[in-house]
Structures are given as structure tokens and as C-alpha cells.
């Protein structure tokens, strides 16, 4: 099973902006491995909870489109209306 920080790792330095964009404790400068201890605590329970606190309502529910889809299987082509 590969771990959070496994598959962050294998991420690009440049590839890891845009977490640090979304992750206000998340320097968008540095160190790849400066990023990603950065990273990680914006995706515990706690800074999870507090991104979404940040959505609108159509958001919440394209989140909740993407992780509890019907089929089982996200599918991108599909829009909330």
C-alpha cells in the first residue's frame, strides 16, 4: 500500500504548488521535502474539514459527487446541475 507521503514524493517539485496554494500552512517555495511536511497536515481530518469549511454549497456537493458516486467509480464527464 503506498502511503500519503510515498505518493507525494513521487510528485515534481512544481507539481506540488498547487497543494501548497490550496493549504494556507503550505509554503509555495523550498525544499520538495519542505513541501510536502507542509502538505500533510492540511490533509489530516482537522484540515479537511477546515478546506471544506471553505466551499460554497455547489462545491460541498461536487466533493461529495467525487468521493460517494453511485457507480462506485468517479467519472469526470459527469456534471452536478
Known amino acids: 500500500m503506498i ?4 505518493a507525494l514524493s513521487r ?11 490550496w493549504l494556507p500552512a503550505a509554503a509555495a ?10 502538505i500533510m497536515p492540511g ?3 482537522s484540515g479537511l474539514r477546515l478546506l471544506l469549511s471553505w466551499l460554497d ?3 460541498r456537493l461536487a ?6 458516486p453511485v457507480s ?3 467519472d469526470p464527464e459527469v456534471s452536478i446541475r
Do not use: H
Not at 3 to 6: C, E, G, I
Not at 63 to 68: D, N, P, Q, W
Open 3 to 6: 502511503t500519503l507521503v510515498v
Open 11 to 21: 510528485l515534481t517539485a512544481p507539481d506540488l504548488k498547487p497543494f501548497a496554494a
Open 29 to 38: 517555495s523550498g525544499r520538495k521535502d519542505d513541501r510536502i511536511a507542509a
Open 43 to 45: 490533509l489530516t481530518p
Open 57 to 59: 454549497e455547489l462545491q
Open 63 to 68: 466533493v461529495a459527487e467525487a468521493l460517494y
Open 72 to 74: 462506485g467509480v468517479f
